[in-house]
């Protein structure tokens, strides 16, 4: 059984470009939740997916989205880099219509913003 | 802001039981407590969640008092692996707005031979 698998791992980039990070949920979960993670921090919620459509948002500026496909898998976008988006990026999945249905989550990319 | 409190940090001796406290006061009804745990450079891990009743599972086991303000997880017999941060986080049982957790600080559990 599957867990959550987060794409690349590790990635490098430099102020003012873009990047697209990439998520594949658990088997048999409907639902993608991102989250950032700076140094020392917990994590801090951006958006979560449910039927292609952004259900919740988080404090996070426009330059952050997201889209789902319709086999569930989801990807996140971050437009005009900032050396601050430097961070551990963590997805997340669950089932939705189990409403105490736990969070599984990736084990992150690693964003470096130089 | 998170809707818990915890120690920012603990030890336990590696074969002991190692019992995480949190603070919930302002837990609503429909709130259930949840407990995750992150290793150094990976996402956080799923350990165990409950509404009101005491609940385990093979990880561990979760005490709940019965006003729901506070709880305790309990790892039985802790090991070097145990080492980790951990947190305590309520979230409302609702259909498809589950996905929002807010994290604390966490506990950084040091387990030591």
């Known amino acids: 059984d599957a867990g959550v698998t987060q794409s690349p791992t590790h990635l490098i980039k430099t102020r003012g470009q873009q990047v697209t990070l990439r998520c594949s949920p658990k088997?048999?979960?409907?639902?993608v939740s991102w989250y950032q993670q700076a140094l020392g921090q917990g994590p801090q919620f951006i958006f979560q997916?449910?039927?292609?459509?952004?259900?919740q948002r988080g404090n996070f500026p426009d330059r952050f989205s997201g889209h789902q496909f319709p086999n569930y898998s989801s990807e996140l976008n971050v437009n005009a880099l900032l050396l601050g988006d430097s961070a551990l990026y963590l997805c997340?999945?669950?089932?939705?219509?189990?409403?105490?249905?736990?969070?599984?989550f990736g084990n992150g990319t690693r964003l470096t913003v130089t | 802001d998170a809707k818990t409190t915890q120690p920012p940090s603990m030890d336990c001796a590696e074969g002991r039981a190692a019992n995480l406290p949190c603070n919930h006061s302002?837990?609503?009804?429909?709130?259930?407590v949840y407990w995750y745990r992150q290793i150094h450079s990976q996402g956080p891990q799923y350990i165990i969640h409950?509404?009101?009743n005491n609940e385990t599972n093979e990880m561990a086991s979760l005490i709940i008092t019965e006003d729901r303000k506070s709880s305790t997880l309990i790892l039985p017999h802790a090991t070097l692996r145990d080492t980790a941060v951990y947190y305590c986080i309520v979230r409302p049982a609702l259909y498809n707005q589950g996905g929002k957790l807010i994290f604390g600080q966490g506990t950084e559990l040091s387990v030591k031979p």
């Open positions: 302002t837990i609503s009804g429909n709130e259930y």
């Open positions: 088997s048999g979960h409907d639902t």
């Open positions: 409950g509404l009101k």
């Open positions: 997916y449910y039927e292609e459509e952004e259900r």
């Open positions: 997340a999945s669950s089932l939705a219509r189990q409403g105490n249905s736990p969070l599984h």
